[in-house]
Structure formats: structure tokens, C-alpha cells
């Protein structure tokens, strides 16, 4: 059995003002591109399908057009699991009449225990199970409610859960017994893997490290294919795995290579896992260096409508630095400038520069005039500014 393992498409989502959603249109693309030459058994995604609870309308036509590609035009299935930043009561609205026409999405607890069963090969089944994003609270609260009125709670009912390691704990605990010894096992979740890379553009799960879940949980799965971490990576065992978001969502993934992974089953379970690349229309980069150079090197940048994060090293005042630089980089989203912070104290409450009011003016007045400031007018401008110091 082959199947693609993807997660954190975060449609809707916008960065430094700039909707995603047409670069995200396209990355999409790509990937039904690839399944309809590549055919697979399934496509599995792993939370946060949206970038929030309420996605913007485009986002939610975006992913109906793409299943509906998936589903009806390949006949493949495709199974999700809500994230964490994704609403699982709206995510899952119609899911039981859905099912039919391929499209599985678990967005509860009751129906994380019925499996997706698929049977593609001589090999026999593969079960899917899939675990919606959860926390404690909500575990804890489902543990309650479902097994306080039993005479004979389960184990897992009666350990304590206040962290979400405790939760998956609990949830792998209740999903063991439903296994079948002749079927390959596979787990989706959305979670942070102790020891895992994370990235800027994740929204933390929780408070004081009670985010990380122990790989120990999973081990005895065929495969886990997970969602939350935006890099792809394995965690404890090669089966174990993130395949990361499909394109860049924050300056710090600048070097990550966005894509979804290929897994392939056999009767002993997996197989191999492929990366297969995705690219979006725009890269994300950090420039560095001083305004002149940049300039210079964007006149025969290829890549010049990346979206950039551009670090100035100048030492001195420059007059428009965003506006010179939109003029060869069109998509800086943000300028940072940490040369002018040198001789700045760290507290911003005692900051002082080190550099004088007439030093600062003088940059201005080359900046906006392109010449020196003459003697005279540095005399002037130095009696008004001491002038005004004594007010």
C-alpha cells in the first residue's frame, strides 16, 4: 500500500498582512498533480487544515475544490484529523454522510475507535485511526463523562491526565485493544514530539513544556504520520514521522524543504518513506547586509519576488529604507535594522544612543539632500538642537 502523508496546510492563513491563499492554491495543485500520475490509496492529513477555527470563505472553497479534486475526480480517499488550530466541531460538520464519497474525517473521540479500513494490495488491511488534536482538559473531561457512571473504569480512566503526554497515554490506551493482529496499523495525530525541531510559526500547545508527548506511545503503530511541526522529521523511530507543512509560513523555515511524504506498506509494515518536493511561487528568505549591496545584487536577483526579511547592517540614519528596497525586492515584509542599534542599551527604559542628535541629522540631510552638510549649516543646526535641549 502507498499513501501520501501531509499536515498543516493552514489554508486562509496570512503572513505580514499577505494572504497565502493563491500560493497556496498552487502548491495544491501540485500535489493533485502528482496523484494523478502517481496514484496512491490514500491521502492522509493531519491537522490544521485551516489556519483558524473560522477559516475566510476562500480557504474554505480552496479545500472543498481540492477534496472534491482528490475524491471524485482521482477516487481517492482522503482521511483527516482536525489541529490545533482548526475548529474540530465545524471541521467535522456532515462527516458521516461524507464517508461515501471517500472523505473520512475523525473529529472525535468516539470516532477515533472506528478505524478507516483499506485493503489495496495481497498484502491484506491497513486501519487508519485517527486522533483529533486534543489537551488535557478535554481528554480528562471525556474520560469523565464516559466512564463515571461505569461500575469497572478502564485503567486509563483512573490515572491522572494534566499534561498532554498523560492524554495520548490515555487515548493510545483506549485505542490498543481495538487493534487487529491481521491488519498493518497506522495513527494520525497532532501533537509535539518531545525532542522534535520546532519552528516560529507554530502556535505553542501549552505553557511550561506539559506540550511534549513521549514517542514511547507509538511505537507498536506501522506507521505514525504526524501534524503540528512544520519541518519534516522523525522522532524516536523511523516510523515516527512529521511530514511538515506544505509550504514556508515564517521566515525562520527559510532552509526547510516543504513537501508531503510518500509511505509505503508491506505485510511487515513500512516499507520506505519519500519526500516528495512541493514548491511554492514564492520562497521565504532573510537578506543581510548593507542597503547599497542589496541593492546592487536584487537589480539581477532571479528570485526577486520572494518574500523577504531584509537585516540592514548600516550604522547610520537611511531615509525610506523600505521604499528603496521595494524598488528591486517587491515582497520585503519586514525590515529589521540592527546596525542601528549599536551603542543601545538593551533596556529600552534607559536606551541612549550613542551617536549625537547632529551626527543623526547629518545622516537625514545626506540621506534627503545627497550632499554634506556645510560648516555653516552644521553651526546652525547645532544652536537650534542645544537651543531646544535648554527648553
Same mark, same amino acid.
Given at each position: 500500500?502507498?499513501?501520501?502523508?501531509?499536515?498543516?496546510?493552514?489554508?486562509?492563513?496570512?503572513? @505580514? #498582512? +499577505?494572504?497565502?491563499?493563491?500560493?497556496?492554491?498552487?502548491?495544491?495543485?501540485?500535489?493533485?498533480?502528482?496523484?494523478?500520475? @502517481?496514484?496512491?490509496?490514500? !491521502?492522509?492529513?493531519?491537522?490544521?487544515?485551516?489556519?483558524?477555527?473560522?477559516?475566510?470563505?476562500?480557504?474554505?472553497?480552496?479545500?472543498?475544490?481540492?477534496?472534491?479534486?482528490?475524491?471524485?475526480?482521482?477516487?481517492?480517499?482522503?482521511?483527516?484529523?482536525?489541529?490545533?488550530?482548526?475548529?474540530?466541531?465545524? &471541521?467535522?460538520?456532515?462527516?458521516?454522510?461524507?464517508?461515501?464519497?471517500?472523505?473520512?474525517?475523525?473529529?472525535?473521540?468516539?470516532?477515533? !475507535?472506528?478505524? +478507516? +479500513?483499506?485493503?489495496?494490495?495481497?498484502?491484506?488491511? +491497513?486501519?487508519?485511526?485517527?486522533?483529533?488534536?486534543?489537551?488535557?482538559?478535554?481528554?480528562?473531561?471525556?474520560?469523565?463523562?464516559?466512564?463515571?457512571?461505569?461500575?469497572?473504569?478502564?485503567?486509563?480512566?483512573?490515572?491522572?491526565?494534566?499534561?498532554?503526554?498523560?492524554?495520548?497515554?490515555?487515548?493510545?490506551?483506549?485505542?490498543?485493544?481495538?487493534?487487529?493482529?491481521?491488519?498493518?496499523?497506522?495513527?494520525?495525530?497532532?501533537?509535539?514530539?518531545?525532542?522534535?525541531?520546532?519552528?516560529?510559526?507554530?502556535?505553542?500547545?501549552?505553557?511550561?513544556?506539559?506540550?511534549?508527548?513521549?514517542?514511547?506511545?507509538?511505537?507498536?503503530?506501522?506507521?505514525?504520520?504526524?501534524?503540528?511541526?512544520?519541518?519534516?522529521?522523525?522522532?524516536?523511530?523511523?516510523?515516527?514521522?512529521?511530514?511538515?507543512?506544505?509550504?514556508?509560513?515564517?521566515?525562520?523555515?527559510?532552509?526547510?524543504?516543504?513537501?508531503?511524504?510518500?509511505?509505503?506498506?508491506?505485510?511487515?509494515?513500512?516499507?520506505?518513506?519519500?519526500?516528495?518536493?512541493?514548491?511554492?511561487?514564492?520562497?521565504?528568505?532573510?537578506?543581510?547586509?548593507?542597503?547599497?549591496?542589496?541593492?546592487?545584487?536584487?537589480?539581477?536577483?532571479?528570485?526577486?519576488?520572494?518574500? &523577504?526579511?531584509?537585516? &540592514?547592517?548600516?550604522?547610520?540614519?537611511? !531615509? #525610506?529604507?523600505?521604499?528603496?528596497?521595494?524598488?528591486?525586492?517587491?515582497?520585503?515584509?519586514?525590515?529589521?535594522?540592527?546596525?542601528?542599534?549599536?551603542?543601545?542599551?538593551?533596556?529600552?527604559? *534607559?536606551?541612549?544612543?550613542?551617536?549625537?542628535?547632529?551626527?543623526?541629522?547629518?545622516?537625514?540631510?545626506?540621506?534627503?539632500?545627497?550632499?554634506?552638510?556645510? *560648516?555653516?549649516?552644521?553651526?546652525?543646526?547645532?544652536?537650534?538642537?542645544?537651543? !531646544?535641549?535648554?527648553?
Amino acid at each position: 500500500m502507498k499513501f501520501l502523508h501531509t499536515s498543516d496546510w493552514h489554508l486562509g492563513r496570512q503572513f @505580514h #498582512n +499577505v494572504s497565502l491563499i493563491d500560493d497556496q492554491r498552487v502548491v495544491l495543485d501540485q500535489m493533485v498533480e502528482y496523484m494523478a500520475h @502517481h496514484p496512491v490509496d490514500a !491521502l492522509v492529513i493531519a491537522g490544521d487544515i485551516y489556519d483558524r477555527s473560522v477559516p475566510p470563505t476562500a480557504a474554505i472553497e480552496l479545500l472543498n475544490e481540492t477534496l472534491n479534486r482528490v475524491c471524485q475526480e482521482l477516487n481517492t480517499p482522503v482521511i483527516l484529523i482536525p489541529g490545533n488550530h482548526d475548529g474540530a466541531q465545524r &471541521l467535522g460538520f456532515g462527516s458521516a454522510h461524507m464517508k461515501g464519497a471517500g472523505l473520512h474525517i475523525i473529529s472525535d473521540f468516539q470516532q477515533m !475507535l472506528e478505524p +478507516v +479500513v483499506l485493503c489495496s494490495d495481497q498484502a491484506g488491511e +491497513v486501519a487508519f485511526y485517527g486522533m483529533p488534536f486534543n489537551d488535557p482538559e478535554t481528554v480528562r473531561h471525556y474520560f469523565n463523562h464516559t466512564f463515571q457512571q461505569q461500575d469497572e473504569a478502564t485503567p486509563e480512566a483512573q490515572k491522572p491526565i494534566a499534561t498532554h503526554d498523560d492524554a495520548h497515554a490515555a487515548l493510545v490506551g483506549l485505542i490498543t485493544p481495538h487493534l487487529n493482529s491481521s491488519q498493518r496499523h497506522v495513527l494520525i495525530s497532532h501533537c509535539f514530539v518531545d525532542g522534535a525541531i520546532s519552528s516560529e510559526s507554530e502556535r505553542p500547545l501549552s505553557i511550561g513544556g506539559s506540550e511534549c508527548v513521549s514517542h514511547e506511545h507509538f511505537v507498536h503503530f506501522d506507521y505514525v504520520a504526524l501534524g503540528h511541526l512544520h519541518q519534516p522529521q522523525y522522532k524516536g523511530e523511523a516510523h515516527i514521522r512529521y511530514s511538515g507543512s506544505l509550504m514556508k509560513y515564517s521566515f525562520s523555515e527559510q532552509h526547510h524543504k516543504k513537501g508531503m511524504t510518500l509511505v509505503e506498506l508491506d505485510r511487515n509494515g513500512l516499507v520506505a518513506t519519500t519526500h516528495i518536493p512541493l514548491q511554492a511561487p514564492h520562497e521565504m528568505r532573510i537578506i543581510k547586509g548593507e542597503l547599497e549591496a542589496i541593492l546592487a545584487a536584487g537589480k539581477t536577483d532571479p528570485c526577486a519576488h520572494d518574500y &523577504l526579511l531584509v537585516r &540592514l547592517t548600516d550604522q547610520h540614519a537611511i !531615509l #525610506n529604507p523600505m521604499e528603496k528596497l521595494r524598488t528591486v525586492y517587491p515582497n520585503v515584509l519586514h525590515l529589521e535594522k540592527p546596525g542601528m542599534l549599536v551603542g543601545v542599551e538593551q533596556s529600552m527604559a *534607559q536606551a541612549t544612543l550613542s551617536r549625537s542628535e547632529v551626527d543623526m541629522f547629518r545622516d537625514f540631510f545626506k540621506e534627503a539632500q545627497g550632499n554634506e552638510l556645510t *560648516q555653516a549649516q552644521e553651526s546652525a543646526v547645532s544652536a537650534i538642537i542645544k537651543q !531646544l535641549s535648554q527648553q
